[in-house]
């Protein structure tokens, strides 16, 4: 299961923060504040447990992070303009993820 993982968080310590927890979680940057992934259902709870954590610091009235499911026929439809390699890197590797 692909999911797309974004945010939108004023702090920069909250926000680093987090991005580094994605990257340590084994999620790809697509972008600065985009990230994706892909993994079972115990996988996401782990990640949902870590991150959890982080957004009790957000501000509810300005900070958000999502997660959107993707089948892997929509995520290889995807129009890409510039850095398309990360992108099929990342699903034809389908790298195995590190839960810590």
């Known amino acids: 299961m692909y999911k797309l993982v974004f945010y939108d968080i004023e702090n920069d310590?909250?926000?680093t923060q987090l991005a580094k927890k994605l990257e340590e979680m084994g999620l790809?940057?697509?972008?600065f504040s985009v990230f994706i992934?892909?993994?079972n259902p115990v996988y996401w709870s782990k990640v949902f447990e870590k991150i959890k954590k982080i957004t009790q610091k957000f501000d509810a009235a300005k900070d958000s992070c999502c997660f959107l499911?993707?089948?892997?026929k929509q995520i290889k439809k995807m129009k890409i303009?510039?850095?398309q390699a990360i992108l099929n890197n990342f699903?034809?590797?389908n790298p195995?993820?590190?839960?810590l």
């Not at 499911?69 to 892997?72: K, N, S």
């Not at 195995?96 to 839960?99: E, M, N, P, R, Y």
Request: proline content about 0%; hydrophobic content about 45%.
């Open 13 to 15: 310590k909250t926000r």
């Open 28 to 31: 790809v940057r697509l972008q």
């Open 37 to 39: 992934g892909n993994g």
């Open 69 to 72: 499911v993707a089948e892997e």
């Open 81 to 83: 303009f510039g850095k």
């Open 91 to 93: 699903i034809i590797s």
């Open 96 to 99: 195995a993820f590190l839960i």
